[in-house]
């Protein structure tokens, strides 16, 4: 039984989430929430209980994918339910289903209106995202890609500020229209291999002019959910309006997707591509990791600056991963699981202090320190991390990057390392006007402090990000050998002999 169950972890991992999302809805009972909100959070339970094994049977000198299953699907087109996970996609699925937990718990006191309807929305997501991380057909992967936006768009249409329905409609319309353009490209590689398995892409040769057209498809889908500047702008207003469980699963899963998309189809499928528009991807990285944190030193919103702040450090990951070194890409990886601990805190305290005074305006609040101490310190100590305080999370990743960058180039990692000064700098803003200083008005004078559900949110996540920040060996050691097969891979061309027309060689950094 336990072979069995092992043999068929990822199945599980997906639909135990869902099952336990429809459950919710069809048990649903409008004079018993506290039922409901139980039965969502055992669903959640169960489901980061079943995501743990990945981790405690996983091989870590395998870099290959591992836990594989499936079967045959739609024959008449060769698409397959085809499942596996390496060492990228394991850390992810992880982050996944503890965030779940987080966002159940988060919502007990907070949500009131369409209680079931609100937790199944995130269950059923969470199995969705599993299973874009562990997709390996590429029309099972683009399945699960698209599906998850319907519990996110409601998530947000229903539960969400005064103006979100503009804010879904933006959301939706960005990622559908970069979506598109990548299932031209699974159509293309289709009709050209005659499979839609993902591996079978990795060893295909084609000359560089097509690997760039579909990487540029990839592009347009993968930059979107990152999201990389100048496609961005979706993401403050989704932030703005989506409620505190929204904003959490955005910044600390829903961004991530698309990074390790970058990592699954766009570099191993277009390796020269990859090389050759390289130039371009670190300038875009560079802009939001500058441009963007100097748009959030302005910001009065605190969702609005903690939204800039995550494009910032996004533009961590993406630098990362085209510096084309282990600590580079290994540093994204960190980074990465670092920015959905951080991210998911800061929101969760900005939820704090709407429930409690209903606004997000910075110069609202003032000398919150003085009645919710210990709501403070906690806040303080996500802030910090969030502008790469060593001894946490914020600093390692963006070390590792740092480190990568000035292997391939000075400037590069002279223009990153900028981040650390305008992090601080808006992040010690709006510490110092938040949290700092006299009471500004009486909303804040009778604030409360934490109560235990709340004190325990932040205190899990405070331990997990000084953990991955004192001892990422278990992190990294999970993703090390992926990564090295990753990077030989990208070294080695596929472009046969005479096949390039129309475009100089691709050149490395």
Not at 43 to 50: R, T
């Amino acid at each position: 039984m336990v072979a069995y169950c092992i043999q068929h972890i990822l199945s599980f991992a997906i639909w135990t989430p869902v099952l336990a999302g429809i459950a919710v809805l069809f048990t649903a009972n409008d004079n018993k929430p506290d039922t409901t909100r139980w039965l969502a959070l055992a669903g959640s339970i169960v489901s980061f209980l079943v995501t743990i094994p990945l981790y405690t049977h996983f091989n870590f000198a395998d870099g290959g994918f591992q836990f594989q299953e499936g079967f045959n699907w739609i024959p008449a087109f060769n698409i397959n339910y085809h499942l596996g996970v390496d060492g990228i996609a394991v850390p992810l699925i992880l982050l996944t289903s503890f965030t779940t937990v987080i966002v159940v718990i988060a919502a007990w006191e907070v949500i009131e209106k369409r209680v079931a309807q609100y937790m199944a929305c995130f269950l059923i997501m969470s199995g969705l995202m599993i299973g874009v991380f562990s997709a390996l057909d590429a029309i099972l992967y683009y399945v699960f890609w698209e599906a998850m936006l319907i519990p996110m768009f409601l998530a947000i249409g229903v539960w969400g500020g005064p103006n979100r329905v503009y804010a879904t409609v933006k959301f939706f319309l960005y990622t559908l229209i970069g979506s598109l353009l990548m299932l031209v490209a699974f159509i293309y590689l289709y009709l050209q291999t005659g499979s839609f398995e993902i591996v079978d892409y990795y060893n295909f040769p084609m000359p560089l002019n097509v690997q760039v057209l579909i990487f540029l498809a990839f592009f347009a889908a993968f930059a979107v959910k990152i999201p990389m500047w100048p496609v961005h702008t979706w993401l403050p207003d989704a932030h703005v309006e989506a409620p505190t469980g929204g904003s959490v699963v955005l910044a600390a899963i829903a961004l991530k997707l698309g990074g390790y998309s970058f990592l699954r189809f766009a570099m191993p499928i277009a390796p020269d591509a990859a090389h050759y528009l390289s130039g371009y991807m670190i300038a875009l990285s560079l802009i939001a990791i500058v441009y963007i944190a100097l748009v959030a030193l302005v910001q009065k919103d605190m969702k609005k600056l903690i939204a800039y702040s995550s494009i910032s450090h996004m533009g961590f990951v993406t630098l990362g991963f085209f510096i084309f070194n282990d600590l580079g890409l290994e540093g994204a990886m960190v980074q990465m699981v670092s920015h959905g601990f951080i991210s998911a805190a800061m929101f969760l305290c900005v939820g704090v202090l709407y429930d409690r005074v209903h606004s997000r305006q910075i110069d609202a609040y003032g000398g919150v320190a003085n009645t919710m101490p210990a709501f403070a310190a906690f806040a303080v100590f996500f802030a910090m991390a969030n502008s790469g305080l060593p001894g946490t999370s914020g600093f390692v990743g963006e070390f590792m990057v740092i480190l990568g960058a000035i292997q391939a180039n000075f400037w590069y990692a002279f223009l990153a390392a900028l981040t650390l000064i305008f992090g601080a700098a808006y992040t010690l803003w709006m510490v110092k006007r938040v949290f700092y200083g006299e009471v500004a008005n009486q909303q804040v004078a009778v604030l409360k402090d934490l109560n235990k559900r709340e004190f325990l949110i932040l205190a899990i996540l405070a331990m997990l990000v000084l953990a991955l920040g004192v001892y990422p060996h278990p992190l990294t050691e999970m993703t090390n050998a992926t990564v090295t097969q990753l990077l030989s891979h990208l070294a080695q061309s596929k472009l046969p002999a005479g096949l390039v027309s129309g475009l100089p060689a691709p050149t490395g950094l």
